[in-house]
């Protein structure tokens, strides 16, 4: 079924639109004493925390502390959960008995785990590397996995009738079949290895921006909660977009919705 063409202008104006309205309600109530700015801080004490952090400059080396471990465990996590799933797709065996396997890793509460992960590994940035990775690769296993296993049979014998060796047909067939899935998942995973590092940080560590969350709840300031909150936003934002670019450079030759 044909899909109609989306009006970018209209809905970039509707979203600032709701986000301005939002922000105005939010100050409104503070300054009309209907919310405790005590305990909602308002988005005027928000905006003047962020300009203190940047000020001072404190902001820029947590967000790369924070940054770098999450990129550690993102990049790391990714590549794990690609060859795994990439393996065990391929394998019927090796797929039939690790499968249920991960699945019941996957379900085990991460945030549950990380307090061993700080036991074993102890305060420092390799704790918070794993965090990330452990939200990470599962994601991108079953993305995998479920990508590989889904190419069309018929696809993956027309090429082999056509002379693919093992390499040809997992470079031209199967990890472009599997690219929509994969990507799919890292824009997911982003967002988790971001959560991960400041899960981290939030639990035991002195810079980053858990850390600044964490800091600023010990000192009930809302302000500084909520300003922590708008920064690990901003960076989610930012990262996303790029993996959309990358998506969309390596992805060029596929046929757009509705042509």
Known sequence: MEQRSVNTRLVWTVRIVLLVGFLAFWEGGVRAGILD????????????????????GSIFQHIGITLWEMMLGFTIGTLVGMVLG???ARSAYLGAIFEPVMALFNAIPRLVLAPLFILWLG????????????????????????????VDPALIANARILGAGSNDLTRHVL????????????????????????????LGSTRGVGYLVSFAES??????????????????????FLIGRVEARLTAWKPQHGR
């Open 175 to 202: 990890i472009p079949s599997a690219l929509s899935w994969i990507f799919s998942s890292l824009r997911t995973s982003v967002g988790f290895a971001l959560i991960g590092a400041v899960v981290g940080e939030y």
């Open 123 to 150: 305060l420092g940035i390799g704790s918070k590397v794993v965090m990330s990775l452990a939200l990470v690769v599962f994601v991108v296993f079953f993305a995998t996995y479920t990508g590989i296993r889904e």
């Open 219 to 240: 000192m009930f300031d809302a302000g500084g909660v909520f300003a922590g909150l708008v920064v690990m936003v901003i960076m989610a934002g930012g990262l996303d």
């Open 86 to 88: 990439f393996i065990m």
């Open 37 to 56: 700015p005590f305990f909602y801080s308002s988005p005027g004490q928000i905006l003047t925390r962020l300009a203190q952090w940047t000020r001072d």
